[in-house]
Nanobody, 113 residues
Framework: HVQLVESGGGSVQAGGSLRLSCGTS????????MGWFRQAPGKEREGVAA????????NYADSVKGRFTISRDGAGSTLYLQTDSLKTEDTAVYYC???????WGQGTQVTVS
């Protein structure tokens, strides 16, 4: 049984930082890539960042490039999203997801004021 569990969200002032974590359990064969999505109220879900296990290459949405950093621990069981220089428009529920989109976490709320 695959589980993804996010944590680390909260409320911060603009310019602040949060480190989101996504703990994973169970075997899933789409671990070639993991990523973060977010959904703000009244908006569609959007991709934020992704990381490829084979080479560690990361991709970012233009809106977060230079401010967010995605990473994984050595064992590959925990995914992180370091969010710096947060803006009010970053307010959203953040989800971690497997590369094939089959498994999603429950989300963690980030509120920037």
């Amino acid at each position: 049984h695959v589980q993804l569990v996010e944590s680390g969200g909260g409320s911060v002032q603009a310019g602040g930082s949060l480190r989101l974590s996504c703990g994973t359990s169970g075997r899933f064969y789409s671990s070639y890539c993991m990523g973060w999505f977010r959904q703000a109220p009244g908006k569609e879900r959007e991709g934020v960042a992704a990381i490829y296990n084979a080479n560690g290459i990361a991709n970012y949405a233009d809106s977060v490039k230079g401010r967010f950093t995605i990473s994984r621990d050595g064992a590959g069981s925990t995914l992180y999203l370091q969010t710096d220089s947060l803006k009010t428009e970053d307010t959203a529920v953040y989800y971690c997801v497997t590369g094939d989109g089959n498994y999603w976490g429950q989300g963690t709320q980030v509120t920037v004021s």
